[in-house]
């Protein structure tokens, strides 16, 4: 990264400097260039857009990035590179869509996989010794449990193997994975990255040559290339994205205060909250809490589910990080059945707090809570 800080790089980043050219990197919609260039295909050198888009995030992360088609097929590119009958060590709280790509890889015999508790610190140190590849997710979705990236990141490991974390919900403001001693930080720049709900896209960011050049191979043979007009809207993203965050992460450290006093919540998991039990390791190990809370209703399920429906400024939809606030029950997703039934998980956005605040009390009224 240069010297600038990360708020001024994420405007500054990416851009040409040569005199005439656009101030924002155009879209150049062609699958093919003519001889002569750097460029042949774009399935293969890729487009200046996506460049740009990996230019800001490798930066900001540390390490050379490589844009997907979305956050799976990032994922998928990480997995890819395991050999046949890999070891696999994966959290027991972490997106239902990596778990689904664990499970069936194992089912075809690719890899075997563990199952490890987020915060249990000695037992990841001690898969390391044995696993080709360890991923991890801190905060975790949806628990937001907080693992002890310093310790496993810098635990020693099977020579040979790979550690990735999943960033997606510290995003590289709040967290910089590379920096502690991991292979990959992977993104879905669905989330945060872009920021509005428009686009899907992922990003892996390697500490290694090596592992850039094996990921854009991956990308090339896989055909998992970001959209043209995905990218651009992921930079436009980018641009606001310090701004997004500050002003979701006050919100939510409020609500999830207000919500720890209410009636019509049981539990609430946000580790900025000082009783929460990851809020010590976040503390020291984040640069924030990020925007997402977890939350179970004192109700029965059918509550829970009137809470979604009765909401009118928050939108019961599923996916976070962007601008607008959303929440979804998470337990009625196939793949999360070890969830708490009535856990809500909400992606606070940056609406006015006194608004979103308004909007939950109607609702848990109207759900009879």
Same mark, same amino acid.
């Not at 010297?3 to 790089?9: A, G, M, N, V, Y």
């Not at 010794?129 to 310093?150: C, F, R, T, V, Y």
């Not at 509550?303 to 976070?320: E, F, G, I, P, W």
């Not at 708490?340 to 979103?356: A, F, K, M, Q, Y």
């Given at each position: 990264?240069?010297?600038?800080?990360?708020?001024?790089?994420?405007?500054?980043?990416?851009?040409?400097?040569?005199?005439?050219?656009?101030?924002?990197?155009?879209?150049?919609?062609?699958?093919?260039?003519?001889?002569?260039?750097?460029?042949?295909?774009?399935?293969?050198?890729?487009?200046?857009?996506?460049?740009?888009?990996?230019?800001?995030?490798?930066?900001?992360?540390?390490?050379?990035?490589?844009?997907?088609?979305?956050?799976?097929?990032?994922?998928?590119?990480?997995?890819?590179?395991?050999?046949?009958?890999?070891?696999?060590?994966?959290?027991?709280?972490?997106?239902?869509?990596?778990?689904?790509?664990?499970?069936?890889?194992?089912?075809?015999?690719?890899?075997?996989?563990?199952?490890?508790?987020?915060?249990?610190?000695?037992?990841?140190?001690?898969?390391?010794?044995?696993?080709?590849?360890?991923?991890?997710?801190?905060?975790?979705?949806?628990?937001?449990?907080?693992?002890?990236?310093?310790?496993?990141?810098?635990?020693?490991?099977?020579?040979?193997?790979?550690?990735?974390?999943?960033?997606?919900? !510290?995003?590289?403001?709040? /967290?910089?994975?590379?920096?502690?001693? *991991?292979?990959?930080? +992977?993104?879905? #720049? &669905?989330?945060?990255?872009?920021?509005?709900?428009?686009?899907?896209?992922?990003?892996?960011?390697?500490?290694?040559?090596?592992?850039?050049?094996?990921?854009l191979q991956a990308r090339s043979v896989n055909g998992a290339t970001p959209g043209e007009l995905e990218s651009f809207l992921a930079v436009r993203g980018l641009r606001t994205l310090a701004l997004r965050l500050e002003t979701a992460q006050g919100n939510a450290i409020r609500l999830a205060q207000w919500l720890a006093g209410h009636e019509a919540v049981s539990r609430v998991r946000y580790p900025g909250l000082a009783g929460d039990r990851g809020y010590c390791l976040a503390s020291s190990r984040l640069e924030g809490f990020g925007t997402i809370i977890?939350?179970?209703? !004192?109700?029965?399920?059918? /509550?829970?589910?009137?809470?979604?429906? *009765?909401?009118?400024? +928050?939108?019961? #939809? &599923?996916?976070?990080?962007?601008?607008?606030?959303?929440?979804?029950?998470?337990?009625?997703?196939?793949?999360?059945?070890?969830?708490?039934?009535?856990?809500?998980?909400?992606?606070?956005?940056?609406?006015?707090?006194?608004?979103?605040?308004?909007?939950?009390?109607?609702?848990?009224?109207?759900?009879?809570?």
């Open positions: 990264m240069t010297d600038l800080k990360p708020r001024s790089w994420l405007v500054a980043g990416g851009r040409e400097d040569s005199p005439g050219a656009p101030l924002n990197v155009p879209m150049a919609p062609a699958s093919n260039f003519l001889h002569g260039g750097s460029r042949i295909y774009s399935r293969n050198e890729g487009t200046p857009l996506w460049e740009a888009l990996e230019d800001i995030v490798g930066s900001l992360e540390g390490g050379r990035a490589v844009a997907f088609s979305s956050g799976m097929a990032a994922v998928s590119a990480v997995f890819d590179g395991l050999p046949v009958g890999a070891r696999v060590a994966l959290p027991d709280d972490c997106y239902q869509g990596v778990a689904e790509l664990a499970r069936r890889g194992q089912e075809q015999g690719r890899w075997q996989v563990s199952r490890i508790g987020v915060t249990d610190t000695p037992r990841w140190i001690a898969a390391l010794g044995e696993a080709d590849l360890a991923w991890l997710e801190s905060p975790s979705n949806p628990l937001l449990q907080i693992a002890d990236l310093k310790a496993i990141c810098g635990a020693p490991r099977k020579p040979g193997s790979l550690l990735a974390v999943d960033n997606t919900f !510290a995003t590289p403001l709040n /967290q910089k994975p590379l920096a502690l001693g *991991a292979d990959f930080s +992977v993104h879905s #720049a &669905t989330k945060f990255i872009g920021g509005h709900s428009d686009l899907l896209s992922g990003i892996v960011v390697a500490a290694r040559e090596e592992h850039h050049a094996a990921l977890s939350f179970d209703v !004192a109700g029965d399920v059918a /509550q829970a589910d009137a809470v979604c429906a *009765a909401l009118k400024l +928050v939108r019961h #939809a &599923t996916s976070l990080g962007s601008v607008e606030s959303t929440i979804e029950r998470r337990a009625a997703h196939a793949g999360q059945e070890h969830l708490p039934e009535t856990l809500l998980r909400l992606s606070v956005g940056i609406e006015d707090c006194d608004d979103l605040r308004d909007d939950l009390e109607q609702a848990f009224a109207r759900a009879g809570l």
